[in-house]
């Protein structure tokens, strides 16, 4: 069996290990870090889901979407456009905006047979679905008449034994051949609005050294209440065990899988990384915090974590852990 696609003793269940639509995102998100574009549209992006995974690609610096149902944009739409509007699709997409990489996923219908309830189309709103013979050749009239190259991949494996069929979701990847010329890259010119703005949100970006601080400093402080929670669990099961006070000893943390988080867990926890209590003050070693995977991601340096906090979050006399009273907890508790 595939290791994306999971049969029960094949019943025409199939179900996808990760879901179909994290892995046509994690294919998308591969080429945007294979490629590292500064802009990306996604259209037919539904709920933005795909923005929101792609926002943390340091390479992006304008991300934009588009939805034929008015929500935002994604990478699976044709199938959703009129004949008419399917016409016009290259034009607009390969012909005015020309971007150096097109990414098309749709479905594949020589996998519907082996999908449970589908008799014509997978979704009601899809107007066709290609098998991928009429999916290739449109893909290839595209690309020559555009001047891009095309090559043929997918997501979603079907069961062992009917590889016949191919991908689930079917994906052609399309780069343009040359570079744009000044006559070609209309697109970066100002010209008449073609659709009326009926709302427009600017949202912080994180290349912004005051927002991207004001992330950091945030997520700094949720990780540190996060291990302060784990640590003071673990001490209070300790306290029941032995039946002693543990806020008027100094204790240090021998991290277990039962009493972090997940992603506590997976830290290689060293001496200089151990959280601990003395009195009624929590010490979060700043190394701890830096290992977890979005404070890392966010800051991409240990020293530049420290620069961002300095003066933000309160520290130990050295610099070295940030603290958190429990004084004022414990009276509420």
């Not at 679905?129 to 999916?135: L, V, Y």
């Not at 100002?190 to 997520?219: C, H, W």
């Not at 302060?228 to 300790?238: F, I, N, R, T």
């Not at 530049?304 to 004084?327: F, P, Q, R, W, Y």
Request: glycine letters at 4%; proline letters at 6%; charged letters at 25%.
């Amino acid at each position: 069996m595939d290791k994306n696609c999971q049969e029960e003793q094949f019943t025409g269940i199939i179900k996808f290990k990760p879901p179909l639509y994290e892995q046509r995102y994690q294919f998308i998100k591969d080429l945007v870090e294979k490629y590292k574009p500064k802009k990306v549209a996604d259209l037919g992006c539904a709920d933005c889901s795909l923005l929101w995974m792609l926002k943390f690609c340091s390479c992006i610096e304008v991300l934009a979407g588009l939805d034929v149902c008015a929500s935002v944009m994604k990478e699976k739409i044709i199938e959703h456009l009129e004949h008419s509007e399917l016409k016009k699709f290259p034009e607009v997409v390969f012909g005015f905006m020309a971007p150096s990489i097109v990414v098309i996923s749709t479905p594949n219908s020589e996998f519907n047979p082996l999908l449970p309830g589908v008799t014509l189309f997978r979704h009601p709103d899809h107007k066709f679905e290609w098998n991928r013979t009429q999916f290739q050749s449109w893909a290839l009239e595209t690309a020559r008449r555009y001047d891009y190259s095309v090559e043929f991949t997918g997501v979603g494996h079907p069961p062992t034994g009917m590889e016949n069929v191919g991908f689930c979701t079917q994906i052609g990847v399309f780069v343009r051949k040359y570079p744009q010329t000044s006559e070609s890259s209309q697109s970066e010119k100002p010209t008449e609005a073609v659709y009326e703005t009926v709302f427009k949100a600017v949202y912080p970006s994180l290349k912004d050294e005051k927002y991207l601080q004001n992330a950091v400093v945030g997520e700094v402080i949720f990780t540190a209440q996060i291990i302060k929670q784990s640590l003071m669990d673990y001490l209070m099961s300790e306290h029941k065990e032995y039946n002693d006070d543990p806020t008027e000893r100094k204790c240090k943390f021998q991290p277990s899988m039962n009493c972090f988080s997940e992603d506590l867990g997976k830290l290689v926890v060293e001496k200089s990384m151990e959280p601990f209590v003395n009195g009624n003050v929590v010490y979060v070693p700043l190394k701890t915090i830096f290992s977890f995977p979005k404070v890392n991601r966010l800051c991409g340096t240990f020293e530049k974590l420290c620069k961002l906090i300095a003066g933000k979050v309160t520290l130990s006399s050295d610099g070295s852990a940030v603290m958190i009273n429990t004084e004022h907890e414990n009276e509420e508790n």
